[in-house]
């Protein structure tokens, strides 16, 4: 009996590993942009990429699903998110607000070896300059990093949903309006609000922040939307 309980143990262990590398595979793609807005998704061509089982893949989608990331739909399987012109005002509008959050929480835990970090992750994102891509993802790294210091994972977790939604138009937009200089002021005020230990002044620096980089929705349409 107890042998069956151990197997059983690890059978459930293994399965939810295959989930997890499903659940970061197809998000990664669709935040790399490689899954388009509007694309239909396959269980068993993901499956047979990745050497698993079609379950986990499909319990991937179910994941995805509830994050708002993909859709499910009878008789078409999964569809990755497409976004109008207000949903993407939302989404800034809710990161906005949880990224504020998490950011004023982190005034009272942050402790100097954390602000170098995000010092360097900003020296990191404008080496990047011209690097669309590469700027992109460091810039996720950067506001990943600075709420993750709130100590509030529900919220992290959210925020990184929303990133993950709106990365595709994302990289769209920066590759033809990015100002690398722009970038840098803005972000550097953000660290210069943080050095002065006001939650408010964070918190409204990064409200601010995000507000302000919403991008016209012309110039942010992924091909194929």
Known sequence: MRL???LHRVANAHQLSAVQEAYAFIDN???SGVYAAGQRLVADDIAAELSMSRMPVREAFRRLAGDGVIMLRANRGAIV??????DVREVFEMRAALEGLAAGNAVARIKPSQMRDLE???ERMEEANLEHQTWVTRHREFHEYLTDLAGMPRVSRQIAVLHT????YMRVWVSREVNSMQSKACHEHILEALRTGEREAVEQALRTHVLSTIP???GCLPPGV
């Open 4 to 6: 069956d309980t151990d």
């Open 165 to 168: 939604v709106i990365e595709p």
């Open 120 to 122: 360097l992750l900003l």
């Open 81 to 86: 998110t497409s976004l109008g012109e207000q």
């Open 29 to 31: 793609r669709i935040r």
């Open 216 to 218: 016209p929705f012309a």
